[in-house]
């Protein structure tokens, strides 16, 4: 084999190797060293840095986290957190949150990216600055600097010097018609982030998918790894055109119809976030009842574990859709 093959062949696999979907925001990699997760994660106080990971992690189980929260490892003489907080993938500048008041995740960074053939959301907040020159609409590499930590918020209870740190959040996008459902659901309040309200966004926790990272290398399937998520509840919907479908037409799973039916609706499989991982054709004669949702089934046990977002609720021996579920399948598939 002669030097030039042999020289593409290895810029290949380099290339394969390195082909990891989603890298650090910070230079903090204490996640990745045995018993490092108190040098990385950022915890509420009071609290172990358990409370700084994804999920029904706050307020003893019952508030959700949606991100994590990453420990500065540079501070100038005052104590202000100084880290460059870069992009954590090759993507786009979606949006930009550039006044702290507006919001509890203080200034804060949307940007796009596309992997797997899917639009993932990656977000930093309580930003102390954004870096000059950017805006969206503006094309970022992975690994660019994009803003610098801080912990700027806008909630009652401000971020200590000492619990400084940039939230992290990779997400999935539930509706291009956010704005009328928002308007719907809280007349007179205020939007002030659009489309990329926290609301219209649901998190997938990186810390999960960092991890596969690291150990699969190469292997790692970012699609694979959201559709096995562990489901907990499946619910009917009688729609047949929302934005979910258009945008994530990976995530319906065939199923076949008797020859001539039509899609009168989807079975989907949610997980205990809301994340609709699977979505299954369903005939008309296959969704029984005049209810536009309708419960199927619900995975008690995860329930137990993870009841934080209150999707759906006990009523005597079974269960039913709570608010937030009604709510979240509406803006769903608004």
């Known amino acids: 084999m002669n030097r030039p093959i042999c020289?593409?062949?290895?810029l290949l696999c380099a290339r394969?190797?390195?082909?990891?979907?989603?890298?650090?925001?910070?230079?903090?990699?204490?996640?990745?060293?045995?018993?490092?997760?108190e040098r990385f994660f950022v915890p509420t106080t009071g609290k172990t840095w358990i409370s700084g990971t994804f999920g029904c992690v706050r307020s003893d189980g019952s508030q959700m986290h949606e991100?994590?929260?990453?420990?500065?490892?540079?501070r100038d003489r005052a104590g202000e957190p100084i880290d460059p907080v870069m992009a954590a993938a090759d993507g786009m500048v979606a949006y930009i949150n550039d006044k702290p008041s507006l919001s509890n995740?203080?200034?804060?960074?949307?940007?796009?990216?596309?992997?797997?053939?899917?639009?993932?959301?990656?977000?930093?907040?309580h930003l102390?600055?954004?870096?000059?020159?950017?805006?969206?609409?503006?094309?970022?590499r992975a690994g660019e600097k994009i803003a610098v930590m801080g912990r700027t918020s806008n909630t009652h209870e401000r971020i200590t010097k000492e619990r400084a740190h940039v939230h992290?959040?990779?997400n999935l996008f539930y509706s291009d018609h956010f704005n009328s459902w928002f308007k719907r659901h809280f007349p007179g309040e205020r939007n002030d982030h659009g489309?990329?309200?926290?609301?219209?966004?649901?998190?997938?926790?990186?810390?999960?998918?960092?991890l596969a990272e690291h150990e699969e290398g190469a292997r790692f399937d970012l699609l694979k790894w959201i559709q096995h998520r562990t489901e907990l509840c499946r619910v009917l919907v009688r729609q047949t055109d929302f934005s979910w479908l258009?945008?994530?037409?990976?995530?319906?799973?065939?199923?076949?119809?008797?020859?001539?039916?039509?899609?009168?609706?989807?079975?989907m499989a949610l997980d205990f976030n809301g994340l609709p991982f699977e979505l299954i054709p369903r005939a008309a004669a296959q969704i029984k009842g005049p209810a536009k949702f309708q419960l199927v089934s619900v995975n008690a046990a995860e329930y137990t574990k993870n009841p934080c977002r209150r999707l759906v609720t006990r009523r005597g021996v079974g269960w039913e859709l709570a608010k937030n579920g009604l709510n979240l399948l509406d803006l769903l598939t608004n």
């Open 128 to 140: 102390s600055e954004v870096q000059s020159g950017l805006r969206a609409g503006r094309t970022v």
């Open 195 to 210: 489309l990329y309200n926290g609301e219209n966004l649901v998190g997938m926790d990186p810390h999960s998918i960092l």
């Open 67 to 74: 991100g994590l929260d990453i420990k500065c490892l540079q």
């Open 246 to 267: 258009r945008r994530y037409p990976m995530l319906v799973k065939q199923a076949a119809l008797v020859k001539g039916e039509k899609v009168a609706g989807y079975e």
């Open 7 to 10: 020289l593409c062949l290895l």
């Open 105 to 125: 995740y203080g200034r804060y960074i949307v940007l796009l990216h596309h992997v797997s053939g899917m639009e993932i959301y990656s977000l930093y907040a």
């Open 16 to 37: 394969a190797v390195s082909a990891q979907p989603f890298q650090l925001p910070t230079a903090n990699k204490a996640i990745f060293e045995p018993g490092g997760q």
């Open 168 to 170: 992290f959040e990779l």
